[in-house]
């Protein structure tokens, strides 16, 4: 019950008016401000607070992207983790990464780490794709508490209290588990004065997807527009995907 | 031309160099060299910047500076970090119930708390005492944004930092620093500061507040006027005379705590502006308290109020600051939005003039100011740099306050907007902790001293 893996991502900040880019290809991020994801803010609090609570030894803050993420990893340090990773992805790749390729990145970290328990955001503010969470349970074939509002360790159990469309589940969970944090999860704390101070001293890592094992994301193709349902159904029959 | 090309070459290797000593020297060799291109006058403006000649010329040439001038351009990571936490606090947790805390004169107490527990209110008290440990251009930034979302709160923050805990941290024996300040860390506990009277206030020497000993004791008689925070605090510094013969050098400091027998608090003033926070009388009648309550040594009290000034000011050109701030960005959201005359107001000359000075007035206060907080960390005499950026920044927030009601028009003079509010709430930061005339006359002071004929 040693180390959890806590992954933030940094993304436009929620207060900001959101302008597409003139020529359409996707939005004006640059000088636009950025900040972490509300979620991952929230994966962060609970991660500190279970350190609090002396159920885990570590917290590692994890970020993949361009330089400017460690700006988010700095942020997390502050909050009360006690070291950070940065996995270095820029420019086309970066944009072209999707969860797939993040939790591929993540399993590999948390098999590499050790972790007892992998917390992220239930999903990115920029993206909305609430993925990554669950890809990563199944890539490392873990169990997953996914839109959690309340979490407990139980000995070697994690017990989850999950929002669901019909209300609330509770079920619990054998460790190592992939949990993913919902807005009632906690409220996270500002970072006070002294840990940000604190966060300069502590250490950030620095790797390449690479130096994990992943793979570079594939190039996206382009779709195909059709005219009619059969058509479609002819073409996915045809590439083999039914 | 030739000039220009061996100007630039010896800025390369200057700029290439590793080691300081050296960069300064060949830094006055280029300085030389533009002389040649420049002439005369470009040279003696330079010099005549002073207190730092050669780091401003450095600077200005592009090439390292010293820490303190460079740090203008962009501020160092952590007071980045700092500075967008304390704005982000102000922005949820202060900016929404501002109007409210105005309205009803309520005093921030949970706010109070919860910016103690992120450190902002001992910025520069060290941690083993349990402050933040961090500098004060650190803590110019923290009331510079907390006073942008609550100019009242700002105040609390600033009264407690630079007039309370100020003084006990510079002149307070260890024992007096565990007692007086570390309970004082947390936002549980604020503290005030008494020197104006009823009588006096910008003539501060003439303090008719007496304390004479007796015994074991100190025993204090005399009214206090205008002290902020009163009746939130639970200690406060009180200057009273010693010593009347031997006029401003027989004033002494003492701790009080709040509330203590013999010391009462008058009416609540009710007051134009920072209304959230309490601003009255404080009254002794024979108040004992121990001897070991001086602070500092007999006598001293006008020089460690002096010197507690000084540092205020700062605090409260941040004020200021954060007032000025709240107000630019009031009216430039509004002339976004606004139109009129078939466009967003933004687009009339007549309003981007007046977006462009409040902006140009503030940016100034703003450099005047973390300047001088940088050359208090550096420990280099930063009197009159500290009430030229109280003046320009309190003169600014009046001007902005004014300004901003002007671009929202009847908006501006209704409470749905803040406007109105930053106007009232900016008007004091021109009278408390030094009046703009006593700055004119410090600052006034400093430069015939500079210029010894």
């Known amino acids: 019950m040693s180390r959890v893996l806590v992954g933030v991502k940094r993304v436009i900040d929620y207060a900001v008016k959101i302008r597409v880019k003139p020529d359409h290809s996707g939005v004006v991020t640059d000088g636009v401000k950025h900040s972490m994801n509300p979620f991952c803010e929230i994966a962060v609090e609970e991660a500190v607070k279970l350190k609090e609570k002396k159920f885990i030894k570590e917290v590692v803050a994890v970020s993949c992207g361009p330089t400017q993420v460690t700006e988010t990893i700095r942020t997390a340090l502050a909050m009360g983790c006690d070291r950070g990773i940065h996995v270095e992805v820029s420019g086309k790749d970066y944009e072209a990464m999707g969860p797939l390729q993040i939790s591929k990145i993540f399993a590999a970290l948390a098999k590499k780490e050790e972790a007892s328990l992998v917390i992220l955001g239930k999903q990115a503010i920029d993206d909305d794709c609430n993925q990554t969470g669950q890809m990563t349970a199944a890539l490392l074939d873990w169990p997953q508490g996914t839109f959690a509002s309340e979490v407990t360790i139980d000995g070697e159990k994690v017990k989850v209290v999950r929002e669901i469309d019909g209300g609330l589940e509770t079920i619990k969970i054998s460790m190592p588990a992939v949990l993913t944090a919902d807005l009632r999860l906690n409220t996270p704390r500002y970072a006070t004065l002294p840990n940000i101070m604190k966060a300069k001293k502590k250490k950030i890592a620095n790797m390449k997807p690479a130096d994990l094992g992943v793979d570079e994301p594939p190039t996206r193709l382009a779709g195909v527009k059709v005219e009619t349902v059969d058509d479609l159904v002819a073409k996915l029959k045809a590439n083999g995907t039914i | ?453």
């Open chain 2, 1 to 453: 031309v030739n000039d220009r090309s061996r100007n630039v070459s010896i800025i390369d290797i200057v700029y290439r160099s590793q080691k300081p000593c050296l960069r300064w020297l060949l830094g006055w060799l280029s300085m030389s060299q533009i002389h040649t291109i420049a002439g005369p006058t470009v040279l003696k403006s330079l010099c005549l910047s002073l207190p730092l000649p050669i780091s401003l010329s450095l600077s200005a040439l592009g090439l390292c500076g010293c820490r303190s001038l460079s740090s203008l351009a962009e501020l160092p990571e952590m007071h980045q970090m700092m500075r967008q936490t304390c704005r982000d606090y102000a922005d949820r947790e202060l900016a929404p119930i501002a109007g409210k805390l105005d309205k009803e004169h309520l005093f921030p107490a949970q706010q109070v708390r919860e910016l103690g527990a992120m450190g902002v209110m001992a910025v520069e008290v060290p941690e083993a005492l349990g402050g933040a440990g961090m500098d004060y251009l650190a803590y110019s930034l923290a009331v510079e944004e907390i006073s942008r979302g609550c100019g009242s709160t700002g105040c609390v923050v600033s009264v407690n930092n630079s007039l309370y805990i100020g003084p006990i941290l510079k002149f307070g024996t260890p024992g007096q620093k565990d007692q007086w300040i570390t309970p004082f860390t947390t936002g549980e506990k604020v503290g005030c500061f008494a020197l104006s009277e009823p009588g006096n206030g910008s003539d501060a020497g003439a303090a008719s507040t007496l304390a004479r000993q007796e015994g074991e004791e100190w025993v204090l008689n005399g009214t206090k006027a205008w002290i902020s925070n009163c009746w939130d605090a639970s200690a406060t510094v009180v200057f009273a005379t010693t010593d009347k013969s031997l006029k401003h050098k027989g004033i002494s400091a003492f701790l009080v705590p709040m509330p203590h027998p013999g010391l009462s608090l008058g009416k609540k003033e009710d007051k134009l502006g920072i209304r959230a926070n309490s601003t009255a009388n404080l009254i002794l009648e024979d108040c004992r308290i121990p001897l070991g309550n001086m602070l500092g040594p007999r006598g001293s009290g006008f020089k460690i109020a002096m010197q507690t000034l000084d540092g205020g000011r700062i605090g409260i050109a941040s004020q200021a600051l954060g007032i000025a701030q709240a107000a630019l960005d009031c009216a430039v959201d509004y002339a976004h939005k606004r139109t009129a005359f078939g466009a967003p107001i933004g687009k009339l000359q007549a309003v981007q003039f007046k977006l462009a000075d409040m902006a140009v007035a503030v940016e100034s206060a703003r450099l005047l100011t973390w300047k001088a907080a940088m050359l208090k960390d550096a420990k280099k005499p930063f009197t009159k740099e500290a009430a030229m950026a109280k003046l320009s920044a309190s003169e600014a927030a009046t001007f902005c306050g004014h300004q901003s009601i002007q671009v929202l028009g009847g908006m501006g003079y209704v409470t749905d907007m803040p406007a109105e509010r930053h106007y009232r709430d900016a008007r004091i930061t021109e009278i408390y902790e030094g009046t703009s005339e006593i700055q004119r006359l410090v600052i006034a002071s400093q430069l015939l001293k500079e210029y010894v004929p």
